[in-house]
């Protein structure tokens, strides 16, 4: 029996763990190797673990989403403490399955890194029970990120654990530059690897329209055939009319949030790049704003949420690749393969 | 069809309806198809779910105009959008002229033509009336007919699906029935042909205009009114003004200023005689004048002579000229003479109270009789009262002569004839152009905006907006990104110190408030320090901030500061901004704006007088004048960029600072699309 390899990737909350897996994983696929995907701790509370649908869905994996994630974590998961032993096997029983006729598992970090330390379930845990080949991911924002990074690779060598290395993920095109010039060298400096240094790209897992519509338990009033338009940000309809245009134009595929009576507000917004146009308070607009977006072919969605409570609602929708998201897959497998050292850790899963 | 028949319509009419014989009389027919011959006009009267049947119909039978009064289209949303965009592409299909629909119908007095529901025909007249209203305008005509005021034509515009109002406008000015243009309208849909075809229009003959939703409020009921964005008051404004467009603010200006046009010349210049039977109201007239910018004329001393000759001793000879409580009407005629042949008077106002016993009537005939034979200056009178001037006031509107209840409004119309008359000589002078850009400057503009929107902002950086600017030609203080401490020393070195530092986000607006900005540095350690220095500081003010870098700038000694600045309105295209710059622009206000669209050298000009920094710019107190040339070439410029750079939607250029010789930009800002 040839060996199951094991690559395993952790990284602080919103790092982009999960797209990095994908990339990975498919690229490893298309290289012809048997891929299976295994998440030892799942975020997944009444949902499946989304992350695990995704890639469950991606490798056509026929193991359903509660073998591949064996235990969900918690804020408050210590009510079903018990000795460590327990969960531990319960975990590696999982990889059993799920590594079965596989020839490489990528295995997907938790939340974060200390998530579940606890029962010995935190990502030193599980890097001693299998040995995999450690990735670390970074979003930078700025130069403290490089102290996060510098922080998981002694960390993780203190404890022996094989650190391939660390990606820089999301980094702002403000920064790139000293990014490849100054936070390399710090890095390399101190003996570490960076593996990748990949550009921010604001397009990845948007939401769409649709989505916008199904949180806000919206009517679909005119656009319809737009609504798979990504949204990029919101803008809030609560300002003068000469104002308005200020704001409007300054923010492209914008989804403008305004009460129903706000004719000129929905005019204006009409008149900028607006990817939706969403009216609250339940007030259905004049029949001549709904002319105007539909000669746009802008979505109208009608809800009867006040504005702040739609705002608040918005806050709702995360920023996931979706299964069936193939824009974004194709953006993630580019990003993988013109900023990262690919072939590098495509070579060193080999051997 | 009572109507069409009662207006008078010499032409045939052929009634169609699918159930009746016949229609008052008129044998009808079951469709268009079966009228035996050519049809010209067809007037559309159906429930709005068969209008698309019977525009193709109308179509197939080759009738030229389409006259669609039926409702339920633009204005209803939804299907009612569809059904329109259906409707007007039979009309192109079958190159119908389409009016409405959603409207009340068309009139024409001349021709006669009563194709509307206005219960009766108005007088006709020299004026033609537009309104986006139809309610309203069928009101005015029925007012009208209690007035005397009479129409050469009346177009109800409704949703301007197919002809607005510039086609309406445009084919008025070549009408000989026609002498006025009034128009009520609630927005104006394309802008830019509504200026260019005013231009023309109003070298010829006075378009006035009544335009709804000035106010915040207003905009905002005028906007769900007709569905379409307000574009904003300063644009409109603008627009009225560079096309030559009288702009009243009530229904009643609107036929103050109607009335004088249609029946007086027009003034050579703005010197107005006040001729009167009163004090008070003389002086009130006289105030007005001032406040309308006529000049209160200075009688030459030939007419004083005359008048003092002609005059009781206790008449006032000067103007205002005050022929006393009791004068008869010889006194009036005589004065009105007198003042008529007067070279320096251009223009004249006959006031009267009517004090015991004062033969209003008979004034009023003398009046007109002067008028009649004289007909050179434009008269106006001002009868006050009520019962005592009820007959002279409908003897003075029968013969020509605009009569108004007060001296205010009376001076008003005066006013708009002298404003008009100065259109009409301002443009027979070709005016000069502002100069066409090299093309590369496009280029060069677009290929930074590319980079910006790849990027995915929308506000240009400081250097970027620069060398967009400089690209036109517009003088700029040197300005470049730094994305190092390094880099920064490297091109202060290259600008020659000492410079100033700023901090590159698009998202900071007030930099200096954050430790974002140091100037006269002047020494390549004081770059360094000041670089690292920034960063931080801005990071600790805005965590979140992207910063692209540092700019470094050429420090400039200190000059007037001015703004000029672009937003782009969705009606009219890009509006220049020009007045006092700084810190204090929002507190002081002293700006003005233009349309870019067709603006010449001389509007330029015109609009840097405008301002109060004008005053400033020629030297005021002991400082020297400032360079106008130049800064009237640097609008020139501003405005020629922002037409060539349809992405470009808003710039500000806070300060530009002017020099006895040039100017220099120094905070440059531009937004893009």
């Known amino acids: 029996v040839a060996k199951v390899r094991n690559v395993y990737v952790i990284g602080p909350s919103g790092s982009g763990k999960t797209a990095l897996c994908a990339a990975l994983a498919l690229e ?27 890639l469950r869905e991606l490798l056509g994996m026929e193991l359903p989403v509660e073998k591949i994630v064996p235990f969900n974590s918690s804020a408050f998961y210590l009510w079903r403490y018990e000795p460590p032993g327990t969960f531990v096997d319960r975990v590696k029983e999982a990889y059993e399955a799920v590594a079965e006729g596989a020839d490489v598992v990528v295995i997907g970090g938790a939340p974060s890194p200390y998530h579940l330390a606890s029962l010995g379930l935190d990502a030193i845990g599980i890097a001693q029970l299998f040995k995999p080949l450690v990735l670390t991911v970074h979003r930078v924002f700025n130069d403290l990120s490089i102290d996060v990074a510098i922080f998981y690779q002694e960390y993780l060598r203190t404890h022996q654990v094989a650190v391939q290395g660390a990606i820089l993920n999301h980094v702002p095109r403000t920064l790139l530059d000293k990014a490849r010039d100054v936070y390399r060298r710090v890095l390399e400096d101190r003996g570490y690897r960076v593996l990748g240094i990949i550009p921010q790209r604001p397009e990845i897992a948007l939401p769409t329209v649709r989505e916008f519509a199904e949180v806000l338990d919206a009517e679909v009033l005119a656009g319809e055939e737009s609504v798979n338009r990504v949204v990029e940000d919101i803008v809030v309809g609560a300002m003068t009319l000469e104002s308005a245009m200020r704001y409007f134009r300054r923010v492209p595929n914008k989804a403008v949030i305004t009460g129903g009576d706000r004719a000129d507000l929905a005019l204006a917004a009409l008149e900028t790049n607006t990817s939706a146009l969403v009216l609250t308070g339940g007030l259905y607009p004049e029949g001549r704003v709904l002319s105007q977006a539909e000669e746009k072919g802008v979505p109208v969605l009608l809800t009867n949420y006040d504005t702040y409570a739609a705002v608040e609602q918005l806050r709702l929708i995360t920023r996931k690749i979706r299964p069936g998201d193939q824009r974004s897959l194709q953006l993630v497998r580019e990003n993988f393969r013109e900023y990262c050292a690919y072939r590098d850790i495509l070579e060193a899963i080999k051997d | 069809m009572r109507n069409l028949l009662g207006g008078g319509y010499r032409g045939r009419i052929y009634p169609v309806n699918l159930r009746a014989e016949s229609i008052l009389g008129l ?25 698309l049947e019977v525009a193709r119909q109308c179509g197939r039978k080759g009738v030229k105009f389409l006259v669609v009064i039926s409702a339920g289209f633009r204005e209803i949303g939804g299907e009612g959008s569809r059904r329109e965009k259906e409707l ?56 009208s007919l209690t007035t005397g005021i009479g129409f050469s034509r009346f177009v109800s515009l409704g949703n301007k699906a197919g002809l607005d109002e510039v086609d309406f406008i445009q084919d008025a000015a070549q009408d000989p029935y026609t002498e006025v243009i009034l128009c009520y309208l609630e927005g104006i849909a394309d802008g830019r042909r509504f200026l260019e075809v005013a231009r023309e229009v109003t070298r010829q003959k006075p378009v006035i205009v009544i335009k709804a939703g000035a106010s915040e409020a207003g905009a905002r009921a005028a906007s769900s009114h007709t569905g379409s964005l307000a574009g904003s008051e300063v644009a409109y404004t603008a627009a009225f003004r560079q096309g030559g467009i009288f702009r009243a603010y009530s229904t009643e200006e609107l036929f103050d200023l109607a009335l004088a046009f249609s029946t007086q010349p027009l003034p050579r210049a703005n010197r107005v005689a006040v001729l009167t039977n009163a004090g008070g109201p003389g002086i009130l007239a006289t105030d007005a004048a001032e406040r309308q910018g006529l000049a209160v004329a200075r009688l030459s001393k030939e007419t004083v002579e005359e008048l003092r000759k002609n005059l009781p001793p206790e008449a006032s000879l000067y103007n205002p000229v005050d ?65 005592a001037v009820r007959e002279a006031v409908s003897v003075l509107k029968n013969r020509g002569i605009p009569c108004y209840p007060t001296p205010e409004r009376a001076v008003a119309a005066l006013a708009a004839l002298a404003r008009y008359a100065m259109v009409r000589q301002k443009s027979a002078v070709k005016a000069r152009e502002c100069p066409t850009p090299n093309p590369a400057a496009r280029d060069k503009a677009e290929e930074i905006f590319q980079q910006v929107r790849q990027d995915r902002r929308a506000v240009l950086l400081g250097s970027e907006a620069v060398a967009v600017a400089e690209a036109f030609g517009i003088p700029c203080a040197r300005t470049r990104l730094a994305r190092s401490p390094e880099e920064a020393v490297a091109i202060a070195r290259e600008i020659g110190f000492p410079v100033a530092l700023k901090i590159a986000s698009p998202h900071i607006v007030h930099k200096t408030d954050i430790g974002g900005v140091r100037l006269g540095l002047s020494s390549a350690e004081e770059v360094r320090r000041a670089y690292v220095e920034i960063v931080e500081s801005v990071q600790r003010f805005f965590s979140q901030a992207d910063i692209y870098g540092v700019e470094v700038q050429q420090m400039m000694p200190p000059g007037t500061e001015l703004i000029i600045g672009i937003t782009r309105d969705t009606q009219f295209g890009p509006l220049l901004m020009f007045g006092l710059g700084g810190v204090y622009v929002d507190l002081l206000k002293d700006v003005a704006f233009r349309l870019t669209y067709g603006l010449s050298r001389d509007d330029v000009l015109e609009m840097i007088r405008e301002t109060k920094a004008y005053t400033l710019l020629r030297g005021y107190r002991g400082q020297p004048p400032r360079d106008m040339e130049s800064l009237a070439e640097v609008l020139c410029r501003v405005a020629r960029l922002a037409e060539e750079l349809p992405g470009l939607v808003e710039m500000d250029i806070n300060p530009v600072l002017a020099y006895e010789q040039g100017l220099a930009a120094l905070d440059v800002k531009m937004t893009i699309a």
């Open chain 1, 28 to 54: 490893l696929k298309e290289a012809g190797y048997k891929v299976a995907y295994f998440k030892p701790v799942g975020a997944g509370g009444d949902t499946p673990d989304e992350d695990a649908v995704l």
């Open chain 2, 27 to 51: 044998p009808a027919y079951r469709s268009v198809k079966e009228v035996p011959h050519d049809v010209d006009l067809a007037v559309v009267a159906v429930p709005a779910a068969s209008v």
């Open chain 2, 323 to 387: 022929v006393l409580g009791d004068a008869p009407p010889e006194r009036y005629a005589v004065a009105l003479e007198k003042l008529g042949n007067d070279p320096h008077i251009d223009s004249l106002l006959a006031l009267l109270t009517p004090q015991a016993g004062i033969p209003a009537t008979q004034i009023a005939h003398l009046v007109a009789d002067y008028h009649q034979e004289k007909r050179g200056k434009p008269l106006v009178a001002a009868f006050m009262g009520g019962e």
């Open chain 2, 88 to 143: 007007v592409s039979i009309c192109r299909e079958f190159n119908m002229g389409l009016v409405g629909p959603n409207c009340l119908g068309i009139i024409d007095t001349h021709t006669p033509l009563n194709a509307t529901f206005a219960p009766q025909m108005p007088q006709d007249g020299k004026i033609a009336f537009f309104s986006q209203s139809g309610a309203l305008g069928v009101a005015i005509l029925d007012w």
